[in-house]
Structures are given as structure tokens and as C-alpha cells.
């Protein structure tokens, strides 16, 4: 990427982040002058600077996948803490966020730490404009990701654990374990050795061929589901949490990127363009489902 293009780009995204902060602080609980939404939206992206000058100094981007799981802890955590007064609701919403960031940013970096390295950075991490619009870009997707659940935390009115709190707990709990079991699915295949320059299509991964994403659209489905009886006003924009993750995964940083790299290493073999066109990308089809039985 381009200076001028990572620079025009870093301007956007903080753009993106104000009118965020602006929709998700109506009806905010304020605190020293400012809602407590703008405050954390404010603690988000001083988090991602702050660690991006050490990534910068060290030319590393081991702290980057950490940083985004702590992020979000700090985030919920501030959120109910200077909010005051928390009800169950909140520590509801509060801890599916939490627990997902607990898991996947120990997954992560382990992952990280066993390769070594991330490829993904091997390019931006020399590069002072890009590396930064990463970094940045990290800081709006934990404020617009987890922004439903900072909206209805940091509101003053008590809301009670209802019907669609339940469902959107169970909506959670499904692609939780989904993005979980596929994981855990794919880290098995690449410990065996012979399995080095294969590529994965059983369990999960014999219905799509990103079952791990599919999950986590899923899961941030349910927590939006969950925080909808806290919201109204400008706040239900906040909504827009697991559009962004699917747009971001299926359009920028996930899938895009990967299925580009597994073209490139398998693309001249029969049995992954089978494997490619009978399974799809994301979302399961349940013929394919049933088939696989």
C-alpha cells in the first residue's frame, strides 16, 4: 500500500470511528463531561497506537493479535466500570464478548508464536503509514464489533435478561463452539506431519471451507440480537457489529486473503477444485449437510 493511499485510508477509518461513537454515545451515561461510549471508543484506538510505536520500533507484529483480544477486555471491562451500577444484562453481553476475546487471542498468538511469524505482515511491518493504517484499522473493528454491547452497557436504564437476550445467548453459544471445534479441527491436521502440504476437509471444514468465520459472524449475530432490548435512538446503528465482521472477513482480511494463498499453493490439483466447488465458502448448505451424514 502506498503512503499517500495508507495515510487517506487511516483518515477514513477514524471517520468511520467517529460517527460510531457519535451514534453508540445517545443516551450514554457521561462521565467527566463525555459519555462513557466516547470514552472507551477514545481508550480503543490509544491502545492500538500506543502498542503500534513498540511494533514499529521492533519491526514486530507478534503484539498485534493480542492486543486486539486485550482491547476488547478493557473495553467491556471500562464500559461497565465507569457506567456504575451494572445489572445482568450488561455482564451478560459483557461476557460473551469477553470469553470470545479470551479464547481467540490465546489462539492466536499461540499460533503465531508456533509459525514463528504472521506472512500477513511481512510487507506493512517496514512500512511506517501502512503498518499504522493497521493498527488503526484494528481500533475500529473492536469499536464497531463489540459497539452494540458498549451502546447497551453504558446506557443508564436497567434492561432485563428477556427473550432475546436468551435467544441471542444461544445464537452466541452455537458459533462459539463452532468457531472453536474448527480450529481446533485444522490445528489437529497440521500437527500430523504427513498432512504438511495437504489441505483440510473433514469435520467442520467438509461443510465449509471457512467454518471457523462462519462461527464467529454467528456469534456476533447473537450478541447483537442480545443488546437490541438496551438500544434505541441512533444507538440501534451499533447493530451494525456482525455486518462489519462479515464484511471485513469475507471482503478484506480473511477469506479473500486466504483462499488467494490456497489457489496459489493447491489450484493445479484436482481433488482441492472438488473440494472447492462442492463446499462453500462460509455458510453451510444443508443438502451438503445431509449428504456428508
Request: charged share 15%.
Amino acid at each position: 500500500m502506498a503512503t499517500r493511499t495508507a495515510i487517506v485510508s487511516i483518515f477514513v477509518v477514524l471517520v468511520l470511528g467517529v460517527v460510531v461513537t457519535l451514534a453508540g454515545s445517545e443516551g450514554s451515561v457521561e462521565r467527566f463531561g463525555l459519555p462513557v461510549f466516547a470514552w472507551v471508543s477514545m481508550v480503543i484506538f490509544f491502545i492500538q497506537w500506543a502498542v503500534f510505536l513498540l511494533a514499529w520500533a521492533t519491526h514486530s507484529e507478534r503484539f498485534f493479535d493480542l492486543t486486539g483480544s486485550f482491547t476488547y477486555l478493557v473495553a467491556v471491562l471500562l464500559c461497565i466500570v465507569m457506567t456504575g451500577s451494572p445489572e445482568p444484562h450488561s455482564f451478560l453481553v459483557a461476557a460473551m464478548v469477553a470469553v470470545w476475546a479470551l479464547r481467540l487471542g490465546t489462539f492466536l498468538t499461540a499460533r503465531v508464536r508456533a509459525a514463528g511469524s504472521d506472512s500477513r505482515f511481512d510487507a506493512m511491518k517496514n512500512r511506517f503509514a501502512w503498518f499504522l493504517f493497521t493498527w488503526t484499522t484494528q481500533g475500529l473493528w473492536v469499536l464497531v464489533a463489540a459497539g452494540a454491547t458498549l451502546a447497551a452497557i453504558s446506557r443508564p436504564e436497567r434492561t432485563p435478561v428477556g427473550t432475546l437476550a436468551i435467544v441471542g445467548s444461544c445464537i452466541w453459544a452455537i458459533g462459539f463452539g463452532a468457531e472453536v471445534i474448527a480450529d481446533e479441527q485444522k490445528r489437529r491436521f497440521r500437527s500430523v506431519p504427513q498432512n504438511r502440504n495437504s489441505f483440510i476437509t473433514t469435520g467442520l471444514w467438509s461443510w465449509s471451507r471457512h467454518p471457523n468465520y462462519a462461527g464467529e459472524i454467528l456469534l456476533w449475530f447473537g450478541i447483537a440480537v442480545a443488546s437490541l432490548p438496551a438500544l434505541e435512538g441512533w444507538g440501534l446503528l451499533t447493530l451494525v457489529s456482525p455486518v462489519f465482521v462479515w464484511a471485513l472477513l469475507t471482503r478484506v482480511s480473511g477469506i479473500p486473503i486466504l483462499e488467494t494463498a490456497a489457489d496459489r499453493r493447491w489450484g493445479d490439483r484436482v481433488d482441492y477444485q472438488s473440494y472447492k466447488a462442492r463446499t462453500p465458502a462460509l455458510f453451510p448448505r444443508f443438502s451438503g449437510i445431509r449428504q456428508s451424514k
